[in-house]
């Protein structure tokens, strides 16, 4: 498939959130685009953005503690940003699906599955309920749950957390959305259900041409299921590119770190974790410069002070790291010769 | 040299009764050793009784049946001065590290309640012990005076391990210690126990469901499903030959930051969920999901046996 067609682009977007603190900047001008068919996972650890990324999109931040204060998301041809809350329900669903964590607690369990997987489509296509029974049966079906016209009577208390996970993104999926995000989707689940799951995006993607946004911490599940990668930190996209130059040539200290952090299977046991120092920076007082630049091994007199600015790796591989400054070309050469990927 | 075995566990049966006339047998017959010194890893996913093993061993729960010795002296039947040694000298660490300090009690209180418990480091003494701790785990002396709301996820489990050192423990039971943190921080906590151990000698019991991590941090692996220890061995021969079909599919689930590899590899998903420990399956509790079950899984269970040195399975592919 082609997988160059723009669906969504997201440019400048600032989301804050007011606190008894004060201000949180959650989102510091973030953008990226995601093309038709692909998958684009969105990376970090806990409080760098990427779940409040994700909920700018469907416009789920809660409008009383939380603004979307800068910035435009483009999907066909409108700006989400700018649509009315009207608008936006008639898109929710329809156009763009999202799903879950956990679904236990983002689904009614005093409502049998059928009636809330045919909630969306009785309400988005305006066909008879016999009708809409029919496309729920389906729906389940290509998820992979058996059985299911006797499953649609049924409670959510009656699956187990991998189906319930299935029933979730059925119920995404059942008006034939072009976008879907996954926020964190296989993170509450055991790992043979997990690998379950990514399966089930994979063939789903293959059969739908659905374009997915997965969020996730785990770089296993973006190795195996990412065509393109962005990685946050502190609000902010810090890299990102195709998957195969973020896993195989990193070039942000953070994104090496990342890698490097994580144990791996087929590694000698006596050779000890590099892990990053410290912890992420405050985001109710964001440091002026580079916001890694306290973590990094790296950092440069400039990067406290000024922010770094993007720059092209090569081809869609882009990175905001000052290291990639010309004048920063020797401290480069230092870094990327121990570590060699 | 002969080894010093400090935890025994032998037989261990855990059941719950549930009412109703129903019971869940959380663990079933396990029965393993921890060396002086070592660090033994337990694996499964979330049901196999992993925490409950854990928990029966440092006497939280009583078995139903069978027996854990430490230091030759059993858990379960220990007179009060017993009991208070190996209170002593056993300590957990928890998997949250939010829900595992008490809000109300400051970083001195919280690493200075073992310890005043035990009647140890009397007066100003204590104090010096506590900024010893804090300094031993990578925090600062004025931490001391703070709450746990002031840290984050991962100083937070470093004031867990330093409470769990307090009374200098011989052996650490690590219920998911890492679980709740970030990649980044994760990676911090488990050096950290590593060089403890190096430095204390201690004995770890290292629960947890990750593993690469288990990998990376165990000489020797258990892995449980369903209340059952299916396999046991040191975790390069685990990683290298598992026997046992469902280690084989754990490894094989368990996706690799590495896109390349992952496109390549030949992966083994098995279908379906882990059924009810409520009633577990008859005969091999994992044939259910098992791609290799045959008729004899279904009727008998599996022998524990070594299938190679220091290789343990229980499976009919090797009886």
């Not at chain 1, 009207?86 to 956990?102: A, T, V």
């Not at chain 2, 279904?298 to 220091?310: F, G, I, R, S, Y």
Request: with cysteine.
């Amino acid at each position: 498939m082609d997988k160059t067609e723009k669906l969504l682009e997201v440019s400048g977007l600032r989301v804050t959130f007011k606190t008894h603190g004060g201000e949180v900047n959650a989102v510091r001008d973030v953008s990226f685009t995601l093309n038709k068919g692909e998958t684009l996972a969105i990376v970090g650890e806990s409080g760098c953005g990427k779940s409040v990324t994700a909920k700018s999109i469907m416009r789920l931040v809660p409008e009383y503690i939380g603004k979307i204060a800068a910035g435009s998301i483009m999907f066909k041809g409108k700006d989400l940003v700018a649509l009315s809350e009207k608008e936006m329900r008639e898109l929710r669903g329809k156009e763009i699906s999202m799903i879950f964590q956990d679904a236990m607690t983002s689904l009614n369990p005093t409502i049998s599955i059928g009636e809330q997987i045919m909630e969306g489509i009785i309400r988005h296509q305006k066909v008879s309920r016999s009708e809409a029974r029919r496309q729920a049966i389906e729906i389940l079906t290509l998820v992979g749950i058996a059985n299911p016209e006797s499953r649609l009577k049924q409670y959510l208390h009656q699956f187990s957390g991998g189906m319930r996970q299935r029933i979730m993104i059925a119920i995404a999926l059942v008006c034939r959305p072009s976008i879907l995000i996954a926020d964190e989707p296989t993170t509450a689940l055991d790992v043979t259900i997990q690998a379950q799951i990514i399966d089930l995006f994979k063939s789903i993607q293959q059969k739908t041409g659905v374009s997915i946004i997965i969020i996730t911490h785990d770089l296993g599940v973006v190795a195996k299921i990412a065509d393109r990668v962005n990685v946050m930190y502190a609000g902010k996209v810090v890299e990102s590119g195709p998957v195969r130059d973020i896993f195989y040539n990193p070039q942000h200290p953070y994104t090496k770190g990342l890698l490097a952090s994580m144990p791996r299977l087929d590694a000698d046991r006596s050779v000890p974790l590099s892990p990053i120092p410290g912890t992420p920076p405050d985001l109710f007082a964001p440091p002026p410069g580079c916001a890694f630049a306290a973590r990094c091994n790296y950092a440069l007199e400039v990067c406290r002070n000024h922010q770094p600015a993007e720059t092209s790796v090569h081809g869609k591989h882009s990175v905001a790291c000052w290291l990639q400054d010309p004048r920063a070309k020797k401290v480069l050469a230092v870094m990327q010769a121990p570590t060699g990927t | 040299m002969e080894r010093k075995k400090l935890v025994q566990v032998k037989n261990l049966t855990k059941t719950f009764t549930l009412g109703k006339g129903l019971s869940l047998k959380a663990a079933c017959d396990v029965s393993f050793d921890i060396y002086e010194g070592e660090t033994f890893g337990l694996v499964g996913e979330s049901g196999c009784g992993k925490s409950t093993t854990g928990r029966t061993i440092i006497g939280l729960y009583q078995p139903t049946f069978g027996e854990v010795l430490f230091d030759g002296i059993n858990v379960h039947k220990a007179s009060a001065s017993e009991r208070s040694q190996i209170t002593r000298n056993i300590q957990m660490i928890f998997q949250d590290p939010y829900a595992s300090l008490n809000p109300r009690m400051n970083i001195a209180e919280i690493i200075g309640e073992g310890l005043h418990l035990n009647g140890l480091y009397k007066g100003k003494e204590r104090m010096k012990r506590v900024i010893e701790l804090l300094e031993m785990v990578g925090l600062q002396k004025e931490h001391a005076n703070r709450f746990p709301h002031e840290f984050s996820g991962g100083q937070r489990q470093r004031i867990g391990i330093a409470r769990a050192l307090a009374v200098n423990p011989k052996f650490v039971i690590a219920d998911e210690p890492i679980s709740a943190l970030d990649v980044s921080v994760q990676a911090q906590v488990v050096n950290l126990m590593k060089n403890l151990q190096r430095e204390q000698n201690l004995t770890y019991l290292f629960i947890a469901h990750d593993l690469a991590m288990v990998k990376h941090i165990s000489d020797r692996i258990g892995v449980m499903y369903l209340g059952n220890m299916v396999e046991m061995s040191t975790s390069e021969k685990l990683y290298e030959s598992p026997k046992h079909p469902y280690t084989q599919a754990l490894l094989s689930a368990i996706p690799v930051p590495d896109p390349d590899l992952e496109k390549s590899r030949e992966r083994k998903i098995i279908e379906g969920d882990v059924p009810s420990p409520i009633n577990p399956p008859s005969g091999c509790v994992f044939r259910t999901r098992c791609p290799v079950a045959k008729a004899v899984c279904a009727e008998k269970k599996p022998v524990w046996q070594e299938v190679d040195t220091d290789h343990f399975a229980a499976c009919h592919l090797y009886q």
